[in-house]
């Protein structure tokens, strides 16, 4: 019978822009309340290319970047300017942590040993991950600890996307390594909060979304399936959650054409060498037309530095960094002894974490801080910015043979503020300079000609005009001092 709906359904969705589900009554041989046949056809609308609204009337989807508007972006910025978990989905995680660990989970012997979970989990963050003997604790430990702030840290790599016209209407997205569902959950709530803007906007934008799933751990998807099951029946949408793949990545089937693909906090864990990890990523995107990859590690020095190593094996694998890097002199680097990260800030602290760390020394147990290093790749060429230095510029390779000088160079920053509210010190990178290279300006030199530079955003480009260069022996790096004299203007 499904298939003689799913047919039906095909060659109306073939022939006309629109139509509605009771309309189908006419030509089936049975007769079907217009609910069972959306719920039937739910799981095939995004290969039907079709979008069923809430009264059944079915439209016909054309696959196109999702609007962005000025006042659309405008909207979304000032919901992440204060991030934090939406209520729901607090409320979703501390039933489930509830319902495994009782109403009293935080509280005497059950809260110890989930203190004491989270401290472990921790010293395996640094030292590497052993096999633990409690897979339920540690993902409950995750999502009390660790979840919140890569669930938030996320939105802001999906805005980019947003902004640069990268995301679709119709997409299929692969959460890899997906733990409890973190960046599911995430896309989800990024999609809602864009939904709600267009609605209130009075834009008509029809989604027709399909996100799939990687993991190899049993409780993980378990996890997984509570939470997103749960997060998505809170609001009807024409997203669908499939069914989660259990594998290890490096042999789970290829899936096939993904729009984005993403490693969050996953290749840090895999017990294999930096461009063996880009094996990975590529076999899992090798069935994708033109996927967006989208890779995140923890910011410390050796998961961060082994991220851009495998970035270069990537690049060498035919894919293009769409950001944060710009290679300005068309130059590609080699990844070598590359430490940037991403540090958008602090995220509200979700009650359910308040509750675990009301104990002494309830900083342990406190996580909300964003810092990550990330990167976003394509095969297409396609990047975020697509500035070129030429002229009056000088490129990072040559500061040497400039010392003491006054010079001109065209550069991204690299991180934010790494000195103090004495000396800002920013990382510096144009794709040519091995060495690290740093803008270094006394907060008593700020003035409006250079006040551009604290005012970038992570990965955004510079001009900086009669910068002093400076060599740093002790710490093997380059610095340009940026005086009151300086001329610092944002670019690309
Ligand atoms: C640190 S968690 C990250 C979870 C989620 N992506 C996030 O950002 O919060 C790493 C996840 O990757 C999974 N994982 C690690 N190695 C894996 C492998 N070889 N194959 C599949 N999943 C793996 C772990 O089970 C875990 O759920």
Request: hydrophobic share 35%; with cysteine; charged share 25%.
């Amino acid at each position: 019978m499904t298939h003689e709906i799913l047919s039906l359904a095909k060659y109306l969705a073939a022939s006309r822009s629109e139509f509605s589900l009771s309309e189908m009554n006419q030509y089936l041989s049975k007769r079907y309340d217009e609910k069972d046949l959306h719920a039937i056809l739910k799981p095939h609308f995004y290969d039907l290319d079709i979008f069923c609204s809430r009264d059944h009337k079915c439209t016909k989807l054309v696959k196109s970047p999702l609007p962005a508007d000025e006042i659309v972006i405008r909207e979304l910025e000032a919901q992440l300017k204060n991030p934090g978990l939406p209520l729901r989905m607090e409320r979703l995680i501390e039933a489930y942590i509830e319902k495994s660990c009782g109403k009293n989970w935080n509280k005497g012997e059950t809260a110890t040993y989930i203190r004491e979970n989270i401290m472990k989990q921790k010293e395996e963050y640094w030292k590497g991950k052993e096999e633990s003997h409690y897979p339920g604790i540690r993902i409950i430990s995750y999502l009390l600890y660790h979840f919140p702030v890569y669930f938030c840290q996320y939105q802001y790599l999906l805005l980019e996307l947003f902004k640069g016209g990268v995301l679709m209407n119709k997409m299929r997205i692969i959460d890899v390594g997906s733990g409890p569902g973190t960046v599911t959950l995430s896309t989800l709530d990024f999609l809602r909060k864009l939904q709600d803007i267009y609605s209130r906007n009075k834009m008509d934008i029809k989604l027709n979304i399909r996100i799939g799933s990687i993991e190899h751990e049993h409780e993980n998807i378990k996890c997984y399936k509570e939470l997103t099951s749960g997060f998505l029946s809170s609001g009807g949408s024409n997203i669908t959650i499939e069914e989660p793949v259990q594998s290890p990545v490096e042999t789970a089937p290829v899936p096939d054409d993904c729009d984005l693909i993403i490693f969050s906090n996953v290749l840090a864990e895999l017990r294999s060498l930096p461009h063996e990890r880009a094996d990975v990523v590529e076999r899992i995107a090798s069935s994708s037309k033109n996927p967006t990859l989208i890779i995140i590690e923890p910011a410390d020095l050796d998961n961060s530095k082994a991220l851009r190593l495998s970035q270069h094996s990537l690049i060498k694998k035919g894919y293009n960094v769409y950001s944060p890097c710009s290679f300005i002199w068309g130059r590609l680097c080699s990844g070598f002894n590359c430490w940037s990260f991403q540090e958008p800030g602090n995220i509200r602290v979700p009650g359910f974490m308040e509750k675990i760390a009301d104990t002494v020394d309830s900083y342990r147990y406190l996580n909300t801080d964003m810092k990550f290093s990330s990167v976003i790749l394509r095969r297409d060429g396609l990047t975020k910015h697509a500035y070129r230095a030429k002229g009056k510029f000088m490129a990072l390779i040559n500061l040497k043979k400039h010392i003491k000088k006054h010079i001109n160079v065209a550069v991204s920053v690299m991180s934010g503020n790494l000195g103090d509210e004495n000396t800002f010190v920013f990382k510096i990178c144009d794709g040519t300079n091995s060495t690290p290279c740093y803008a270094v300006m006394p907060v008593y030199h700020m003035n409006e000609i250079n006040r551009a530079l604290i005012d970038t955003g992570y990965g955004d480009i510079v001009e900086i005009s009669g910068a002093l260069v400076r060599e740093n022996l002790e710490q093997l790096s380059f610095n340009l001092f940026v005086t009151r004299n300086t001329i610092v203007n944002i670019v690309g």
